[in-house]
């Protein structure tokens, strides 16, 4: 997002937990909080699948296997940890979407987090003036045709996914200000970079760019607010680092303890991937648009308004160079391909 000196002086030694630490975002997460000199704790489901790179500069490596709520919750606890970031989920892709594990990790699981993190507040007494807890909401809580995005309004997901983001949202908003805890949930949108899950647009991509085959696509035409994720985790650190009564008392932009993390600008999809493969060196006219069909239940939603994330960052915003940014996310793909660390 811009120079990171700041985030240094805020961040340097103090215990960060990041839950989850081995997924997509947890990882950026991770990386961002050692880039600040924090001590970071990575809490994951098994330690094998965490990235090189985190494993070597982590304080700590906790695992639960199980994945029950309350067995991770302790886990949390004896993290000692000032922050606790959540970036554990269920059911970022369709094809795992199990209930069960929907209302495990999505819902249970965070509304656990909550009585951690009020837990080690308690005992916290190194200082730190911040958010306690953060969870990673999704857009999907609005619903896949929301006509308002607007934080404190009333969510309506039509599916199970987005219906258990939001009841996880709310176990965070509510149970910390029962706990008295500083915490928030902030919202994202599309969020892209290396270490995608196989099958979504970038990796895929990627996976084509040495041969000269066809790659067929939908037609594109639908619209997404695009984040990079390595800007996502730093947007994340910087709000965890926003004095923590404001966020407690419900205070703005914090209203309702909901932040929407995005760009607040639109692309269509079509112009997105254009611009992937160029920087991935494929190229556009490999592009078969409208060989597979759309899926009937794509998201389609108003640009996301972002006055709250704008003023809690004090005027900053997520970028949205996304040329720029597919060009650092190729130079990470390759550093990965490479077995070397981003």
């Known amino acids: 997002m811009s120079d990171a000196a700041d985030l240094v002086a805020r961040y340097r030694g103090v215990p960060v937990l990041v839950v989850g630490a081995a997924g997509f ?14 001590r970071v ?10 990235a090189p790179d985190v494993a ?5 490596v906790l695992e639960e296997q199980q994945r029950k709520p309350a067995h991770v919750a302790a886990a949390a606890a004896w993290s000692e940890a000032s922050l606790v970031v959540n970036c554990a989920g269920a059911g970022v892709r369709p094809e795992d979407r199990d209930e069960a594990a929907l ?17 080690l507040a308690a005992r916290d007494r190194g200082g730190w003036g911040g958010v ?4 990673l909401g999704s857009a999907l809580e609005y619903g896949t045709g929301a006509l308002s995005l607007d934080e404190a309004g009333d969510a309506a997901p039509d599916e199970p996914y987005g219906a258990s983001k939001l009841a996880g949202t709310r176990a965070v908003v509510e149970g910390a200000r029962a706990r ?17 899950p196989a099958g979504r647009l970038l990796p895929t991509l990627w996976a084509r760019r040495s041969d000269d085959g066809e790659i067929p696509l939908t037609a594109g035409l639908q619209k997404r607010d695009f984040a990079y994720a390595e800007d996502v985790a730093e947007a994340l650190l910087r709000l965890a680092a926003v004095p923590g009564a404001a966020v407690a008392a419900g205070a703005p932009p914090f209203d309702g303890g909901v932040v929407n993390l995005a760009t607040g600008r639109l692309t269509a999809v079509r112009d997105f991937v254009t611009l992937a493969a160029r920087a991935f060196g494929v190229d556009p006219a490999r592009l078969a648009f409208g060989r597979l069909p759309s899926r009937p239940d794509d ?17 900053r915003v997520l970028p949205d160079d996304l040329a720029d940014a597919l060009r650092r996310a190729a130079s990470a793909c390759a550093a990965a391909s490479a077995g070397t660390s981003p």
């Open 56 to 60: 070597r500069g982590a304080d700590r």
């Open 180 to 196: 008295g805890v500083p915490a928030l949930a902030a919202r994202l949108f599309t969020v892209f970079g290396a270490g995608e």
């Open 25 to 38: 975002l947890g990882t950026h997460v991770a990386r961002a909080a050692l880039r600040a000199g924090a």
């Open 299 to 315: 998201t389609r939603h108003p640009p996301t308004p972002i006055d709250r994330l704008r003023a809690a960052l004090g005027g």
């Open 103 to 119: 209302r495990r990790d999505n819902a249970a699981l965070p509304a656990a987090l909550v009585d951690a993190a009020a837990n």
């Open 132 to 135: 306690r807890l953060i969870h």
């Open 41 to 50: 704790r990575a809490l994951v489901s098994d330690r094998r699948r965490l």
